[in-house]
């Protein structure tokens, strides 16, 4: 009942009922400073404001036969410049999805009904540009489509509006001429809790959401919205399609640790979302440690429970996800565990 009063909350809400960020760092400056170096923060931003910005431009890159691709920055915005025999195209890049702590990728409004999600995406791991997920396999037969992929703004499936709305904090909404209006970059406090003008107002618990307060279930369909909740009764999913793993929920959902726990382990069990993510061994070692305390594995010396339980999975080099369907893996197994 918590999670559906919420979902009702955030699809009524208007965009004068969020206070953004630095409003509630007034009142949460701990909470707020963490929150704000999270990869879910900087999620998103205009692409010449970028922190990494200045990795992007870079020297020619050929795309099949016959076109060339850069990017450049010119009086401090980020351009996509192509070329084949005989045309030339030059457009700015408007927004970077992503913080850049696997890949950044960009997107640009073509028209009213249409944006281009680029043909190049900057990986952190290479520190290079390289086709996006899902561009390589294309075969472009002009130079506009050598510059990338278009979505429909708007379309209920395959809009980049959906793109927007979980990589922001607050509605999205496309005006007439297709130009989006967001109400706050990131996925900052207001995401998570819900808008905050009657909070800020009023001063009381009531007035805010908690997700702290929902149910293991629940709270693996409410971060589900983003990150894909777990699959409905009746919808098929394709365990060995190694893209499926990036799905965090619908794996965590699946889990014997996540089943047996009876609601005890859910997302916020392993990552504190006011803080960034922990990429050491040791700080998951102890979440593990408070259910499992085995001294089979003391024994042996393993001390890294994650790499064996949750192995990490490259549907495209260099990106790798942690698989969060937590069990007992064979050797050369990474996509389902054999218990």
């Given at each position: ?29 701990k ?11 900087r ?15 870079g020297?020619?890159?050929v ?19 192509g ?37 190049r995406?900057?990986?952190a791991?290479?520190g ?7 561009h ?15 979505y429909k ?5 395959t ?43 009023t ?79 040791a ?22 429970c ?32 054999q218990?």
């Open positions: 009942m918590l999670l559906l009063a919420f979902f009702a909350t955030l699809c009524t809400a208007q965009s004068s009922d969020y206070v953004g960020a630095k409003a509630c760092a007034a009142c949460h400056p909470q707020a400073a963490a929150q704000a170096a999270t990869g879910h923060a999620s998103l931003h205009a692409a010449e404001l970028h922190p990494l910005a200045a990795k992007f431009p020297e020619w890159e795309r099949g036969p016959g076109y060339s691709l850069r990017y450049r920055l010119l009086k401090g915005k980020l351009r996509a410049q070329f084949d025999a005989g045309n030339t195209i030059d457009i700015p890049v408007e927004w970077a999805f992503g913080a850049g702590d696997q890949a950044v990728t960009f997107v640009t409004r073509i028209n009213e009904e249409w944006h281009l999600e680029h043909y995406t900057w990986y791991a290479t290079k540009m390289a086709p996006t997920a899902g390589g396999q294309l075969r472009p037969k002009s130079l506009a489509e050598a510059m990338g992929l278009p703004t708007t379309d209920p499936n809009g980049i509006l959906g793109c927007f709305e979980c990589h922001s904090t607050g509605p999205a909404t496309a005006g007439t001429d297709g130009a989006l209006r967001l109400t706050e970059h990131g996925v900052r406090c207001e995401a998570c809790h819900g808008p905050g003008a009657r909070h800020a107002a001063r009381t618990k009531a007035s805010i959401g908690n997700p702290r307060k929902m149910t293991a279930a629940e709270l693996n369909k409410f971060c589900g919205r983003c990150h894909r909740p777990p699959a409905s009764q009746g919808v098929a999913i394709d365990w060995n399609y190694a893209w499926n793993v990036r799905h965090q929920p619908v794996y965590l959902s699946q889990s014997a640790c996540f089943l047996r726990s009876k609601g005890k382990l859910s997302c916020l069990s392993c990552h504190d979302t006011h803080g960034p993510l922990v990429k050491t061994a700080g998951y070692n102890q979440k593990c440690a408070a259910c499992h305390a085995s001294p089979k594995h003391r024994q042996t010396g393993l001390t890294n994650v790499d064996c339980h949750m192995p990490r999975v490259s549907p495209q080099p260099p990106l790798r996800f942690t698989n969060h369907w937590i069990g007992v893996y064979g050797s050369a197994a990474k996509l389902r565990p218990r």
